[in-house]
C-alpha cells in the first residue's frame, strides 16, 4: 500500500506541488530574501537527506503499521461508534491535523524538542526549501505523539497516506516564498494556513513566533487564539535572533544544533 498510495502517487503529487511553487515563488516574490537562494538550497537538501530518509523508511511504515494494526485492536474514536466510511475518514483527517497543531505547540514549548525544531527556525530566508530543513531528532521524536494520535482517532491506513501527503503540500505551501494575490489570500486563509500566516511563525520577534502553530487548517490558531495575521510581511526579520549569523548556519553545524548548548532567546533581547 505505500509503495502504491505514497511512492506513486504521493511523490508524484508532491514533485508537483514543488515544481509549481518554485517557479511561481520565483516570478511572485512575497519577501525579499537575504541571503543567496542557491546557497540555501544545498544547506536545506542536506539538512534534509536523513530526515527524508527516516520519513520513508521509519516514519510511514510505523503510522501505516500503528492504523492497521488498529484494525483487528479497534482502538480509538473510529471504532466507539456507527457512520458511513466517508464521515469517519473526515473526521479522523481533522481530528489528525488537530495533533499536528498540538504537537507543533510541543516543538516549541519543550526544551528537548525546541532543541530539533530550532534547526528549521534558523532559516534566514523562508521560501519553499525550508519545508525540507527538518532535523532527523524532530521526526523521531514525532514518531510517539504523532504514533498515539493514529491509534487515538482509529484512522484508516489509506486515510494515514492520504493525510501525510496532504501535510507534506501543506507544508510545501505554507512555507513558500509565494505571493498569493491578497484578497485571494485573506479567503483561503479563512480555511487553511497561507505562506503570510505562516511567514509571521518564522517571524524573530517571540511573540508572533509563538503564534501561527496551525498545518494544514487554520482554524485550530482562531479556535485556540494562538492567530496573528496584522503584520506586515516586509517588515518580518525570518530566523531566531540568537542564531542570526548566516557563516555559523552551515549545514554540519545545523546537524550538530541539538546536540549543542542552545541560546535562550532573551539573550538577543528578543522577549517581545
Ligand atoms: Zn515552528
Not at 525546541?114 to 525550508?130: A, K, M, Q
Not at 516564498?177 to 511563525?201: Q, S, W
Not at 503584520?231 to 557563516?247: H, L, S, W
Amino acid at each position: 500500500m505505500i509503495r502504491s498510495i505514497y511512492d506513486i502517487y504521493g511523490a508524484s503529487i508532491l514533485i508537483i506541488v514543488f515544481i509549481t511553487l518554485f517557479l511561481i515563488e520565483t516570478k511572485f516574490q512575497l519577501r525579499k530574501r537575504v541571503q543567496s537562494r542557491w546557497k540555501r538550497i544545498i544547506i536545506n537538501i542536506i539538512v534534509s537527506i536523513p530526515s527524508f530518509a527516516l520519513l520513508r523508511f521509519l516514519f510511514i511504515p510505523i503510522m501505516v503499521w500503528l492504523a492497521y494494526e488498529n484494525t483487528s485492536w479497534h482502538f480509538g474514536l473510529n471504532y466507539l461508534f456507527e457512520a458511513p466510511v466517508w464521515l469517519k475518514a473526515a473526521i479522523a483527517f481533522i481530528l489528525l491535523d488537530y495533533s499536528n497543531y498540538l504537537w507543533h505547540i510541543i516543538l516549541h514549548k519543550m526544551p528537548l524538542m525546541w532543541r530539533f525544531h530550532l534547526v528549521h527556525h534558523t532559516d534566514l530566508d523562508l521560501d519553499i526549501t525550508t519545508a525540507f530543513r527538518f532535523h532527523f531528532g524532530e521526526l523521531i521524536g514525532s514518531v510517539f505523539f504523532r504514533g498515539a494520535a493514529v491509534v487515538l482517532t482509529g484512522i484508516s491506513p489509506l486515510m494515514v497516506l492520504i493525510y501525510e501527503i496532504a501535510f507534506e503540500a501543506a507544508n510545501q505551501f505554507q512555507h513558500s516564498n509565494l505571493k498569493l494575490p491578497f484578497r485571494f489570500e485573506k479567503a483561503l486563509n479563512k480555511m487553511i494556513v497561507t505562506p503570510r500566516m505562516h511567514g509571521i511563525h518564522h517571524s524573530m520577534k517571540k511573540r508572533e513566533t509563538d503564534s501561527n502553530f496551525s498545518i494544514i487548517f487554520s482554524f485550530w490558531d482562531r479556535l485556540h487564539n494562538t492567530i496573528k495575521l496584522n503584520v506586515i510581511q516586509d517588515e518580518i526579520v525570518t530566523g531566531v535572533a540568537v542564531y542570526p549569523d548566516e557563516k555559523e548556519l552551515t549545514s554540519g553545524n545545523l546537524l550538530k544544533m541539538p546536540f549543542t548548548k542552545i541560546r535562550e532567546w532573551e539573550e538577543a533581547n528578543c522577549v517581545v
